[in-house]
């Protein structure tokens, strides 16, 4: 049975976690949870033990507790800026970059000398900062509703009542393929806080990426409002582009099938030309290999350059995209991600596809070991020094050298694991005149959009 809710939830998100220490600027007057006031200034936080301590790098103040929490004094705006924040960690967009916060400030010892950093802030507060850093807050206003109640259904299909129990975090041996690692990598609970900030979770860059009105009033039309499929919260997924289809749940994660988290064409009407099931290699290899119409497909720059954060558009090519590995580079790579040395590789074979193409299980054939990998994020990763854009790819071999290939060329297609909402796709089908219930069915099939408190 679908469970309401009285009122708005607070969520707490890890901003940063396990450090040694941090600086922050208080931008104004703040009191602790023991009542001492900080003045605005600059701040640097350390732990010892058990013990945080938060000094002001200006003047003579200082406070010290088992944990502290900063409070905006009298409740006023108040707003803390976060030195060095790590976003997009371990993706090829990874890089530190300074945020700011509103809400409470929590500072929470690890017991080893670490410290973490939480910012405890409204639900719909934090949806507003994560349409506008997963998505350009200049986006269409119907996209921005939809990546709403996306984000909205996700965050609170993680918490307490509503969380769903899922096997996040597997690595097991396949029994009908010997030699086999098969992991698949989901979100992970978090023990001090609810979220974590980063694309782990949701991106949630507090009031760093500037919103709109748009946002706002995108966050106010669908207040409260989640995804329910059968009664019960449905755990939204999304990624940046699916390539022309998305993916089923089961391809990504656990072997489990979620009707709608189920592969969708996204696009209005097939193109007779491209054979089905893209799961067949042949097939596959048509699809990816060429410019099949869709929604994200989407060659308007000016359309992406309002949609996309500055960071994305770093990625310029992503519904196709290339990359070549050097023979030696891949070697290294396998040693480096997966523990084995391989030897020389003769060959990547692409072993099981999912609905949209997506390679769920590779084989890697070196002279020295043969190992069967997956899913799609374990594959991604052992391919790239971040990882790929995606699994859809498929392998061209280069010239011989020693009777082996002295590189791979992939060439694949979509950015990310396809499940779920496709941003892109969702951006230009708004710009195409469609609403975001239009755009949550198309992506999300029979679910339905109810509220969950108001």
Known sequence: MF???????????GIKSGVESLTLRLKSSYLTSRGDKL??????????GKTVSLKSLEHAVEAQDSELTLVPEDHKPASVTVKDVRIGIGFHWDRFEDQEFTGEIKLVPGGDGSLTLINA???????????????????????????????RSWLLAQLKPWKITRNTATASEDRSEPGSLIRWYDREDH????????????????????????????????????????????????????????????????????????ARYDGEEWPSRYPL??????????????????????????????????FDQETIQFYRWQRRVRQEELQSLLSTKLGFDFGPISSLEPIERGASGRIVRLRIAGERKNLVIGKELEIRRALSSSHLLSSAFVVH?????????????????????GVGLCQIGAAVMAERGLDHGAILRHYFGRAEIESLYS
């Not at 469970?3 to 708005?8: K, M, N, Y």
């Not at 669908?222 to 089961?250: I, N, P, Q, Y």
């Not at 009777?403 to 950015?415: H, K, N, Q, R, T």
Request: proline share 5%; glycine share 6%.
């Open 191 to 262: 023990f001090a806080f609810d979220v974590c900030a980063d694309d782990h979770c949701q991106r949630y860059q507090g009031i760093t990426k500037a919103t709109t009105p748009s946002v706002r009033d995108a966050v106010k039309a669908t207040f409260g409002k989640v995804l329910t499929f059968d009664g019960e919260l449905c755990d939204a997924r999304f990624s940046k582009s699916c390539g022309g289809m998305t993916e089923d749940f089961s391809s990504a994660w656990e072997e489990r099938t979620i009707p709608y988290l189920s």
């Open 39 to 48: 003045s605005e200034g600059l701040y640097r936080a350390t732990a010892n």
């Open 277 to 310: 099931p893209l799961s067949d290699e042949a097939n596959a290899r048509l699809w990816i290999t060429s410019q099949p119409p869709s929604y994200c497909n989407a060659v308007d720059s000016e359309i992406l350059e309002r949609i996309l954060p500055s």
């Open 3 to 13: 469970l309401r809710t009285a009122g708005e939830p607070t969520i707490s998100v």
């Open 397 to 417: 071999e280069g010239e011989q050298s020693n009777g082996v290939p002295s590189f791979f060329m992939l060439e694949g297609a979509g950015w990310g694991h």
């Open 121 to 151: 802030v409204p639900l719909e507060e934090y949806l507003a900062s994560v349409i506008s850093s997963e998505m350009s807050a200049r986006s269409h206003l119907e996209l921005l509703k939809a990546h709403a109640v996306v984000s």
